[in-house]
């Protein structure tokens, strides 16, 4: 759906089908066979907004599952120029910050893989490892 922006109309295209595939299959990839059933790698969609999502198992002390917590620990954004930007730092007034060690690109798939090599320097969690 276009929308007005200082009296040009700007289109809202779609995230590429395609694109949509490759975020989702990369999250499914995340968390190692014997931790699936703790662990969830997800990701949510909002607009041209794709927040990747840590699910978690919470096992108190004394047995079974406690509850479930979420955390958000990366976001990729697809602009109207078609290009993709990966956020890595969620602050607490609620804003992403731009991974300084990442370039815009044309398909989330370099960002994704900047993910992978970020979570051996600290920046992201250590868990997160390429398959």
């Known amino acids: ?3 007005s922006r200082c009296g040009i109309t700007v289109g ?4 590429p089908e395609l694109q ?10 995340r968390v190692p066979a014997d931790r ?3 662990l969830k790698v997800m990701s949510r969609w909002r607009g041209r907004m794709v927040t990747l999502v840590e699910k978690r198992m919470e096992w ?3 047995g079974g599952p406690a509850g479930v917590t979420e955390r958000a620990f990366a976001q990729l954004r697809y602009g109207v120029d078609g290009l993709w930007t990966l956020y890595y730092w969620l602050d607490d007034p609620g804003r992403w910050h ?3 060690e990442s ?3 044309n398909s989330p798939v370099p960002l994704l893989e900047d993910i992978d090599r970020g979570a051996f320097s600290g920046r992201f969690f250590a868990w997160l490892t390429p398959r």
């Open 12 to 15: 809202m295209s779609a995230i």
């Open 60 to 62: 108190p002390d004394g």
């Open 36 to 38: 699936r059933g703790e």
């Open 98 to 100: 731009q991974y300084p």
């Open 103 to 105: 370039l815009p690109e």
């Open 20 to 29: 949509q595939r490759q975020i989702d299959r990369w999250c499914a990839r």
């Open 1 to 3: 759906m276009p929308f």
